[in-house]
């Protein structure tokens, strides 16, 4: 299931600003809801880049503070075709070491409130964790596992059992990209950890948020729930490190 289709609970046709980071960082993407004076956010999405899902999502999470949504793949241009040949294609392009090392950078340097990921971009998130990065943090499906790159970043599932930076991570537990026994896998290496808020959904594979239209009330409740946490994230009005109660 891929975030290409917009949403019916966003904003139709959002377009955002154009973003460029500050020279040397090498990031860009867009920006919404510029007028705001709170910090930003950043959303990072997946190997599909900034498709209408995740415009939509952007513009829907500004409503109150900016939000950056980053694309990691602007180097490269835009998708040929928007398949998932094409897509993984491009992706293994990037310098997953090196995107994480401007991240970070790019966290510090304009004291953003939150980082959201999907997928690849909840990889990204976890490795701020790793690192300390001092804001709130929330991965959606990423692969605990790691992911194969040229310059690949530590599998999550070797760190998370240590971590101190608080995180949260939204997983369904059929998810078969992820795979079933990674979802197991990282469930059993959290427990005990405080800093780690792990929810599973039950019933619900990867792509789960598009849910959020589905007649399928299991799969859209568990989308809408998903939304309401990001909704907290992005909130400047709630704490910067929201407590999003326990793990499921």
Known sequence: MCHTQPSARFPVDPQ?????APAGFGLEGLVFGAGHRAPPALLIPDIYGMTPFYRGLAAHLARQAPVIL???????GPLAQSTREAAFERRHRLDDRHYADAL??????????GVMGFCLGGNFVLELARRGSDCALLAVYPFPQGLPNVAPLAPPIDYLPKIE???TILLGDTDASVGAENVEALAAC????????????????HG????????????????????AIAERLFDPNQP???DFGPSA
């Open 70 to 76: 980053l694309d990691p793949f602007a180097s490269f």
């Open 165 to 167: 930076t608080p995180v």
């Open 104 to 113: 970070e950078r790019l966290v510090q340097h304009i004291g953003a409130r």
């Open 240 to 242: 910067a490190e929201p």
């Open 190 to 205: 959290v427990e005990g950890n405080p800093a780690v808020s792990l929810h599973i959904f039950r019933g619900v594979g």
């Open 208 to 227: 789960f948020v598009t849910g959020l239209d589905s007649d399928e009330r299991p799969l859209r409740a568990a989308a809408e729930e998903a939304l």
């Open 16 to 20: 955002g600003e154009p973003y460029s």
